[in-house]
């Protein structure tokens, strides 16, 4: 894990312009902010520096008031792998600094150095992620009242982006985003961000259901693609996913995870309009859908023109048809329902 640090390391006073230069350069995604004698002072990521731009930043402007001052560090080099890539995982950074106790940079952790080398991850690369961003967010208002629920920002950058960066750290890299409310707006949003985004946009005729419009898509060129909500960020290793979908030969594979829900009232059991017993807000321990899917490309024929169709119906068409259904479990805490006003304030905390 020891690295020359150089490339790492940026001053206060250098610009968004050689920022992005370095960031570049390193290939992680982030830089870390000291002074000349290796003092942590913070971290700048790429995203950073697309919402200083959004802002109106120019290209000249210092990183002073940009950068992010409570980073993600270590400050003991007695650390368990585990607990270090559930951190990368958590909170999708690209490097992780290694500091002694008087925060002085002593060395980094890459996500390489954690996960291997982007080599690893080389067969995602032509894997293609199908994005179902068409919905009007009914859940989300009154956020969605002025903006469509992709832009809603997290930490001043919008969820879609985080979802996108996510993928983008597996090596995936060519989206399909399928549209229909605001279409437009969320067009011109992502054409006008500087991430070299490889990004082919379907809109629907009309709404068509959670996955009808994928009918549309004409360009699918991998043998299996990724279908994703656009409200919904994991925290997960793709490649692992992936994998296990060829391997079980998988029509569909769907990511689920067990979840308790617990009731607000106390549960009445009545005969006769008698009282017989009751349970104070009783739990219910389910397995649920997470939103996240590996298909086959062929599933694409399977969906109706122009109709309203949604992923319940597809599934059910292929089980009638006999076609194998596989299930990925992750746990709880590895995503994050966006579309819920109590997750989607907990995201704040979480994506910092």
Known sequence: ????????????????????????????????????????????????????????????????????????????????????KKTFLDKQIGILPVVDTRNFVKKIISWEDIFGSKKD?????????????????????????????????????????????????????????????QANLIKSYFNNIDQNLKINYVTEPKPLGTVGGIKYLKKIKSNNFLLSNCDTLFKIDYLELFNYHEINKNFITLVVSKVQHE????????????????????????????????????????????KKFDLTDLVNKCLKLKKKIGVYEISSNSWTDLGKLSDFNKAFKDFN
């Not at 250098?14 to 000349?36: A, D, F, P």
């Not at 690369?125 to 009914?138: D, H, L, N, P, Q």
């Not at 919008?158 to 409310?181: A, V």
């Open 263 to 306: 009731f607000s009232y106390g549960s009445c059991k009545v005969t006769k309009k008698r009282l017989i017993s009751i349970k104070e807000k009783p739990k219910l321990d389910f397995i649920a859908n997470a939103g996240l899917y590996v298909m086959k490309k062929e599933i694409i024929k399977l969906v109706p023109k122009n």
């Open 121 to 181: 991850y080389s067969e995602l690369k032509k894997v293609e992620v199908v994005i179902m961003a068409g919905g009007r967010g009914e859940r989300l208002k009154p956020y969605t009242t002025v903006l469509p629920k992709p832009l809603i920002p997290i930490n001043n950058k919008p969820m879609l982006e985080h979802i996108l960066s996510n993928f983008r750290i597996f090596n995936l890299e060519n989206f399909h985003l399928i549209l229909n409310h």
């Open 1 to 84: 894990m020891n690295k020359k640090l150089d490339p790492f390391f940026i001053s206060i006073n250098n610009s968004i312009k050689e920022s992005m230069i370095k960031i570049k350069k390193n290939g992680t995604r982030t830089l870390l902010v000291v002074k000349k004698n290796k003092y942590l002072l913070g971290t700048l990521s790429e995203g950073d520096i697309h919402s200083a731009l959004i802002k109106n930043y120019s290209l000249n402007s210092s990183i002073k008031s940009i950068f992010n001052k409570n980073p993600k560090k270590i400050v003991s080099e007695n650390f368990n792998s585990n607990k270090i």
